[in-house]
Structure formats: C-alpha cells, structure tokens
C-alpha cells in the first residue's frame, strides 16, 4: 500500500482529493484488513487475488477507471441493488458501487444531516464532503434511487456536490408499480444515452445482461460450497467478494471467483475447511455491509462461528437472481431486466413477505444453526422489519439474535460478548 501511495498521487491530486486526509484512510484500511483477514489461517489460495485487490483499492483499479475515461469510456456511480449495471454497461459505462463502510467527515456531516441518520448514509456523505473517495470524483454521474427516506433526502444534498439522477422505485409490488418501474427503467435507459453520448443497442444489451449474469453465476457457485461442512471458506471472505463485486472489471472478477470455486470444491472433496467442522453455522441478514466494513462478520467468526450466509444486499440480494436471457429484441431485454430488478426483496418495500421468506429458506439449505439480524442503526426499515424476520425464523425453529450497531469500533467489546453467548446456546 506504500507504494501505491507514492505512485498514485499524481492521480488522486488530478482528482482533486485531499491527499493528506487521503492518506490517513488509506494507512487505516490495511490494518483493518490485516487485523480481519490477514489473520486468518486455512483460506483458500484464491482469495490471494481479493488481497491484492485491497491492496490497490485506490491505486489499479482507479486508474483502470481513467484509463476507460481517456478511452471515451464514462463510470457511472451508483448506491443502491435497484441500478441495473447490464444498462451502464451497454452503454460503456463501468458502474461502481459508492456506499461507504466507514466513518469519515461526521462532523462536517452532522452540520447537514440529523445525527440519527443511518452509518451507510453519513458514510457516503463523509466521503464526499471529505474528498477521500477516488471512485465518487471519477463519475460521471451518479444515480439515486426513491428507496428509504434518509437516502432520498440525502441525494438532494449530495445533488448540490456531484451530478445525481434519482430513479422512482417503487415500494410495492402490484402492478401499477411494475409499469412505473418499467417507465423508470426507460427514463434512465434516455439519461445514460444522453450522459454517454451513446445508442442502447439490442446486441450490446444482450452482451452486458450475459456478462453481469455470468457474474452472479461465479458467485453462486462459490456460495453454494458453503453448505458443505466443514465451511471450505470463512463468510468473511466470502462477503468481501460480494463487496468487491460492485466495481470490479467484471470478465476479470468473474474469472477469478470461478477459479475460486474451483478450489472449494476441491476443497470440499478433501474435507478441507476455513473454519473447525463444529463450528456454530449462522446466517447473517439485514442491512448491508460495504467496504470496509467487516465487524459484525469479524466478531461472529473469531468468537467461534461460521457465517455461512448473508441474506444482504453485499449477500444473496445480489447474486441469487439474474436477468432472463432470452428476449431478442430491446423491449424484451428491458422487460426482463425490469423484473429482475423488482423482485429484490429490501426492507424499503411493504409487505416484503419474500425477505422473509428468503431468510427461512437459506438458513435451511445452508443448515445454519441460528440467524443474525443486522441493522444499522437509525435504519428503521431493517429495524422495524426484524421483527417479521424473528418471528418467522422462530416458527422455523431458528433462534435469532438481533444486533443494532454502526460503523464504530466501541461496541466491540459489547458485540463480542452477545455474539458468544448466542454462539453457546445454538451449538
Ligand atoms: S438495503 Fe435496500 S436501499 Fe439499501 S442498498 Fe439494498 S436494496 Fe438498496
Ligand atoms: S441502511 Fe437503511 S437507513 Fe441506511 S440507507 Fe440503507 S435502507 Fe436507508
């Protein structure tokens, strides 16, 4: 990371952060990382190429972003599963996910929004506010979305210090709001054509909708090896290829998720495990978790537990469904995209009955002994949805211990000790 510092500062300056608050980010995240990675043993030898990933966070990966820019290229920022990247991508945009797992700026933050806003939400505008952030100053635009009040609010302000396009999302799902979402999806299909000087064509449609499928395809594949016992691969690594998922080069990221799959079958093969074959098996569900926020993961697994899934949008929300492949013409291809998108299931949506559902049904299949729910704090819509969520859960017969925390590392000790206790009683 010393070294990317040095040799990408021409870059970051040109992108106008404040490289001297860019540094201290940039010395915290590899201790993060080292303390919540680095210190595990028996990981499969493919996670090598998420290392070095992290290791240029803001080095390779930003200059492949210039680079695609010098190229007549655009990069698209976006907040939210709801953006359908298969039309960024069609368009020659790369998308990159721009939620923030950190706490940076608060205090310029809190002269904007109510202290009581949602870590995801003081997080992005931090990282505005403070210029820490290359991917945000590499957009072209960014797209918001009408999905949970604190973040439709917010795009309002974040609108005044950086081009923003808010999509409507609806937050039933009848049919008079899968035609406003169908007319949503044209409307963004006319700003991105308009931002990108570009034509959506059915043969680059169809090309992206395959390539983002492909994605979520590695990604099932390698999450589907966590039902074995013992687990071939610790849920931590395994959230974070999720979380690198959002603005990885795609061929490239799929590749390399295949070839870890490939590993952890053999892996399994061999009775070959990340993690001790008794370890309490537990499903993490909630709000999501982006880089580099890896805590609750963190405590679950070094008190013991194995989280074998994520019912989150850093989780299954994004990788279990994909985009019908056979439409032929544009129409046909935005219809399936449409509906792809629209039947994620976010607490922002009432009733969200397939949440539940979703939940129950992968503790079952991924033979998890207990679920952890997980919201932000001030997230009113995972927190007040934990409740559904816990009775459901408990007809099925799985205890749940629900955790609301934030981006700080003081509830820790706190977190630990309730994580343990939980951990003891469903093993
Ligand atoms: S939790 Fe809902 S609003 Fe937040 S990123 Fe996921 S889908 Fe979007
Ligand atoms: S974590 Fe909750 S409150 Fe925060 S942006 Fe997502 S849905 Fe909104």
Redesign the pocket.
């Known amino acids: 990371m010393a070294d990317a510092v040095t040799d990408y500062r021409p870059m970051w300056e040109g992108l106008g952060l404040d490289l001297g608050a860019h540094d201290l980010l940039l010395s915290a995240i590899p201790m993060m990382y080292a303390d919540a990675y680095l210190s595990q043993t028996d990981r499969p030898e493919g996670m090598a190429y998420f290392d070095f990933v992290l290791s240029e966070i803001h080095g390779l990966r930003i200059k492949e972003l210039m680079d695609h820019k010098a190229a007549g290229g655009t990069v698209i920022g976006t ?4 953006v359908p990247e298969e039309i960024i991508r069609a368009l020659g945009g790369l998308s990159v996910g721009l ?1 923030a797992g950190a706490e940076w700026a608060y205090d310029e933050v809190e002269r904007l929004l109510p202290r009581n806003t949602c870590a ?1 939400i003081k997080s992005f505008m931090g990282f505005k506010i403070g210029k820490v952030c290359p991917y945000v100053e590499s957009c072209d635009l960014v797209i918001g ?1 009408t ?2 009040d604190g ?1 439709k609010k917010a795009y309002e302000l974040f609108g005044e210090l950086a081009p923003v396009y808010v999509m409507e ?1 609806p937050q039933m799902k009848r049919p008079a709001d899968q035609a406003l979402w169908r007319g949503e999806i044209d409307r963004l299909v006319a700003k991105l054509e308009e931002v990108t000087g570009r034509r959506l064509t059915a043969e680059a449609l169809s090309k992206a909708i395959k390539e983002v499928n492909d994605k979520r395809r590695a990604l099932q594949r390698l999450n589907a090896a966590r039902k074995a016992s013992p687990v071939p691969i610790s849920g931590k690594d395994a959230l974070l290829a999720v979380q690198v998922a959002f603005y990885d080069d795609v061929p490239r990221f799929t590749q390399m998720v295949n070839a870890i799959a490939d590993e952890l079958e053999q892996r399994i093969a061999a009775g070959t495990g990340a993690l001790p074959a008794g370890a309490p098996r537990v499903l993490v569900t909630g ?2 978790m982006s880089i580099p926020n890896w805590k609750l993961h963190d405590v679950i697994e070094k008190a013991g537990g194995a989280v074998v899934m994520e019912e ?2 850093t989780g299954s ?1 994004y990788y279990e469904k994909l985009v019908d492949e056979t439409a032929t013409d544009i129409d046909g291809m935005l219809d399936a995209v449409a509906e792809k998108y629209l039947d ?1 299931n ?3 949506f009432t009733p969200n009955p397939g949440r539940t559902e979703d939940v129950v049904r992968l503790a079952q299949e991924y033979g998890a002994d207990g679920i952890v729910h997980y919201a932000l704090q001030f ?1 009113a ?2 927190q007040i949805e934990a409740t559904t969520i816990e009775r459901a859960a408990q007809k099925a017969g799985l205890p749940v211990l629900r955790i609301d925390t934030d981006y700080s590392m003081e509830d820790v000790g706190q977190l630990s000790t309730r994580v343990e206790a939980f951990l003891e009683m469903i093993g």
């Open positions: 907040f939210c599963l709801y939620c995801l979305e999905t949970c973040k999302l709000s999501p989150l949008c929300r994620i976010c607490a922002c997230c819509p995972y």
